[in-house]
């Protein structure tokens, strides 16, 4: 199983940019597929989250309202759309999914995730 993320880089305050993530070599059609975050010089944070079937979605507080998250089951990609963004969302943003279902109470426990892609580099400038 490959998540390949993309559509990190630079852009200004106040800015939008759209990352996705390219599932391949299984299916996740009942499965659960998340964003988390990387600032520098910080612990890794929980940003969204979507199930594959049904696309029930949660957000962390610092995102909520700003960002969306949505899955193309046809493409098995999921997309995390960013807009407002603040300098505080600089970070490596990393995709992660689980074959199964997440219980509601994990979704924001990146353990729950056995499959994750390699991270792109958002960076917002002042």
């Known amino acids: 199983v490959q998540l390949q993320a993309s559509g990190g880089g630079l852009v200004q305050a106040g800015g939008s940019l759209r990352l996705s993530c390219a599932a391949s070599?299984?299916?996740?059609?009942?499965?659960?597929i998340a964003w988390f975050r990387r600032a520098p010089g910080k612990e890794r944070e929980f940003v969204a989250v979507?199930?594959?079937?049904?696309?029930?979605?949660f957000y962390s507080d610092s995102v909520r309202g700003r960002f969306t998250i949505s899955r193309d089951n046809a493409k098995m990609t999921a997309y995390l759309q960013m807009n407002s963004l603040t300098p505080e969302d600089t970070a490596v943003y990393y995709c992660?999914?689980?074959?199964?279902?997440?219980?509601?109470?994990?979704?924001?426990?990146?353990?729950?995730?056995?499959?994750w892609g390699q991270g792109t580099l958002v960076t917002v400038s002042s």
């Open positions: 979507i199930r594959w079937s049904g696309g029930n979605t």
């Open positions: 070599g299984r299916t996740f059609s009942s499965g659960t």
């Open positions: 992660a999914a689980s074959g199964q279902r997440v219980i509601t109470s994990e979704l924001i426990n990146p353990n729950a995730y056995a499959y």
